[in-house]
Structure formats: structure tokens, C-alpha cells
């Protein structure tokens, strides 16, 4: 029995119980996936104790040398992995790490362009109800009405009339290629700097897949528990140039002690991330989602942008007549985890949504490939085409759980006692 069973059996057994049900569960979260037992006994680790205000060498607390260490390797493997002059590890989230962006080069009442939440942006990028959305003056832009894709020429268009500060390009339901090249072109030519948020496609930029940020972007946030595959946290990149205005905004600006144990977390899934076998998993990804996204067209499911590029895919729920919402409770309950999700130019509220976002690294993470996927599709199909089907959940669920426990899951079924 381990110390947390002796020391809190409570706590154990809801932890016991998530646990089983990341087993039996088909994970399709875009933003989730299951980190590896190395990365979750980093985060687990002392570095949990250790308060670290300030920057490797010039630390406001004594008994830093080990918190010096583990940081500055952090940063090493993370500017390799990305071939970038500077990284920031310390930003304990997404938006922590988009809040400092915004407070290093731009003013309150400034303008920003980003895309809009519902058409695939993130809280973050303008949101009215948040702080961004608040602080700044976002002007937004979206996609197409027809291709359902991000139109360079409007964006351009838009971009020299409000002349922004900043340009955040990045999405968190976008299934298409971003194009960074163009995307930098504009915001030279408006004065803006390009803030990329790459915090969906961390893991498919580390393995070559998608089109690196860092070349065109003076400034790169991400978090690192998505397709990178590391502990829930974030951090930031930016040219040499940029890096004591970002360290600034990180600390004091925005934070406190940094989260010394997901910086731990971090280092190890950089490391992991740099390995060659990461290629393969990046590119597995795509194929995957790619398989699945065929499998749903097959079943006669539309597809926002007509397909996926990447990690993920936006049903659109419409063409099987029902909501986001009664989908993603629908497929929860036939044991295949998604979210609900606007699609662009919704005409449902962004609670009950015409979409639903799948993605495929959790899957990918437990070995899953094409074939696997095509079994993933029947199913959605299955449940999409009839949600409220006498047992059909039922027996969906019991057919998933079993298939499910034939997969390993990382930092779970792996993990030594
Ligand atoms: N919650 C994340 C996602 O699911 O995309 C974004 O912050």
C-alpha cells in the first residue's frame, strides 16, 4: 500500500476511481493526454517544497542551487527542442502565460487582433469576459464563411485598418495548418509584434509536423501538457530581443514562486520530446486524426473546413441533428470523452454549440493507429445517429471499455507500484 492510501485513503480511492476511468475510457479531449510515468514522478517530486522567486543566479530565497540546476536545464532542452534564443519555463498556465505577454508589449487600451473564441480562438485571445477582452482592446478576426478557414487576405485587410500592438495568431478548435510565414509578413508590415499561442500544436511543432512559430514570432506561448505531452503548466519563447521583458512580465509581473516540480515535469517531457521516437508519435497523431476524421465522413458526418490538418477535428453536429451538448453527453455516456465546441458562425448559444472537438494524441499516447480509429468512428457514428437509443449507450460503453483495456496507458498501466 502506498503513502497516500495509508496517509489519506479518501483522497486514495477518488484517485483510484479516476484512474480506472482513464483505463476504461476512449479519451478524444483535443487538449488532453496522458503524461508518462517519468514526467508524473518529476511532478510528484520535493520540488514541490521549494519556493524560487526570481531566475536561476538570482534567486530571493536561499537554498536554490538544485532549483538552479533543474531550471536552467529546463530552459536548455526547451530552447532545443524549439530552436529558440530564449525560454521562459516558469508560466504555471496558458493564460498566466498569455496574460504576460500582453503585459510586456502592449499597454491597457491597446489594440490586439486575435481569433475569435467561437470561431476557434481561445478565452484568452479578446474574450468580452475576460481579462484580455477587458484590458485590451481586441479587435477579432475569424474564418471564411465557405472554406471555414483563416483567409490571410481578410486578415491582412483587417490588420492595417486597426493596426494592432499585437497580433496573437494560435486556436484551441482550428483544425487546419496555421500559417506562421504569412502571419509574420503581416505583422511586419502593420508594426505589430506576432505573438503565437501554440499551446495545441506544441507536441506536432516538436516532432516536425506543423510548421514551427518560432522563425516568424517574436514571441511564442505555450502549455505543455497537451500534445507535448508534459505536466499541466506553461511556458514562453521569444527572441533574445524580447526575453528580459517576457522574464519580467513572467515574474513579478504576473507570478509568484514558480512551480518548481512542473518545471521538473517540464524538463523531462522536453527531454522526452527531443527523442527521436517523438517524430514517429507526432506523425502518428495526424495520421490518426486524419483516420478518423475519414471514418466520420464515411458515416455521413460534416466536418468543419471538410477535414484536419492536425491534431484535431470539429464535427459539426448539425448534420446529425443534434446538439454539442446532447452529443458530448451522449458519447460520455457510451464511455468516449470529447467536448462540446462552437463552430464558426454558430447559431446555438456557447453552452448547448452545434460542435463537438475531438482530437486524437490521447488515443495516439496509448498506442492507437488508423485501424483503431476506424472503430472509434463506428462508434461515434453509432451514438451520434441515435443519442437516445434503448441501450445502445449502454452497450457501446461496455464494448469500449473492453477494446479500451486492451491499450496501455502511459503513467498508468506502466507505472511502477
Ligand atoms: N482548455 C483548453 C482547451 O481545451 O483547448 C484551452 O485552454
Known amino acids: 500500500m502506498d503513502a497516500l492510501h495509508r496517509g489519506d485513503p479518501e483522497v486514495a480511492a477518488i484517485v483510484d476511481r479516476e484512474t480506472q476511468r482513464q483505463i476504461e475510457t476512449l479519451e478524444l479531449i483535443a487538449s488532453e493526454n496522458y503524461a508518462s510515468s517519468a514526467v508524473l514522478g518529476a ?3 520535493v520540488f514541490t517544497n521549494k519556493y524560487a522567486e526570481g531566475y536561476p543566479g538570482k534567486r530571493y530565497y536561499a537554498g536554490n542551487v538544485h532549483s538552479d540546476e533543474l531550471e536552467t536545464l529546463a530552459i536548455e532542452r526547451a530552447k532545443q527542442l524549439f530552436g529558440a534564443e530564449h525560454a521562459n519555463v516558469q508560466c504555471t498556465s496558458g493564460a498566466e502565460a498569455n496574460m504576460a505577454a500582453y503585459l510586456a ?22 474574450s468580452p469576459v475576460n481579462f484580455s477582452g477587458k484590458l485590451y482592446h481586441f479587435v477579432p478576426y475569424t474564418v471564411d464563411r465557405e472554406s471555414e478557414t483563416i483567409d490571410m487576405d481578410a486578415l491582412r485587410a483587417i490588420a492595417r485598418d486597426a493596426k494592432p500592438r499585437i497580433i496573437v495568431a494560435g486556436a484551441t478548435a482550428y483544425p487546419r495548418a496555421i500559417d506562421f510565414k504569412t502571419f509574420g509578413e503581416i505583422a511586419r508590415e502593420v508594426g505589430a509584434l506576432l505573438m503565437v499561442d501554440m499551446a495545441h500544436i506544441a507536441g506536432l511543432v516538436a516532432g516536425g509536423v506543423h510548421e514551427s512559430p518560432v522563425p516568424h514570432a517574436g514571441l511564442v506561448t505555450s502549455t505543455t501538457h497537451k500534445t507535448l ?33 512542473s518545471i521538473a515535469g517540464k524538463a523531462v517531457a ?43 477535428i470539429l464535427v459539426d453536429c448539425n448534420s446529425a441533428n443534434i446538439s454539442g451538448l446532447k452529443a458530448q453527453n451522449a458519447l460520455q455516456g457510451a464511455g468516449i470523452i470529447t467536448n462540446r465546441n462552437t463552430i464558426p458562425y454558430d447559431e446555438r448559444s456557447a453552452y448547448v454549440t452545434s460542435g463537438l472537438r475531438l482530437g486524437t494524441p490521447a488515443l495516439t499516447s496509448r498506442g492507437m493507429g488508423p485501424a483503431e480509429m476506424k472503430q472509434v468512428a463506428s462508434w461515434i457514428v453509432r451514438v451520434l445517429r441515435d443519442p437516445d437509443g434503448d441501450g ?26
Open 229 to 261: 505531452r508534459g505536466p499541466r503548466g506553461a511556458m514562453a519563447l521569444s527572441t533574445l530581443e524580447n526575453a528580459d521583458a517576457l522574464d519580467r512580465a513572467v515574474f513579478p509581473g504576473t507570478q509568484g514562486g514558480p512551480h518548481l516540480h
Open 392 to 417: 445502445l449507450r449502454e452497450a457501446v460503453r461496455d464494448e469500449v471499455a473492453s477494446f479500451a483495456k486492451g491499450y496501455p496507458v502511459p503513467g498508468i498501466t506502466d507505472r511502477e507500484a
Open 105 to 126: 508589449f502592449a499597454e491597457p487600451g491597446d489594440t490586439i487582433m486575435g481569433m475569435e473564441l467561437t470561431q476557434g480562438g481561445h478565452l484568452t485571445h479578446g
Open 43 to 45: 511532478t510528484g517530486s
Open 270 to 312: 522536453f527531454a522526452e520530446a527531443l527523442k527521436p521516437e517523438f517524430k514517429t508519435y507526432a506523425r502518428q497523431i495526424v495520421a490518426n486524426a486524419a483516420a478518423l476524421a475519414e471514418g466520420l465522413i464515411a458515416g455521413g458526418i460534416r466536418l468543419v473546413s471538410g477535414g484536419t490538418d492536425n491534431h484535431l
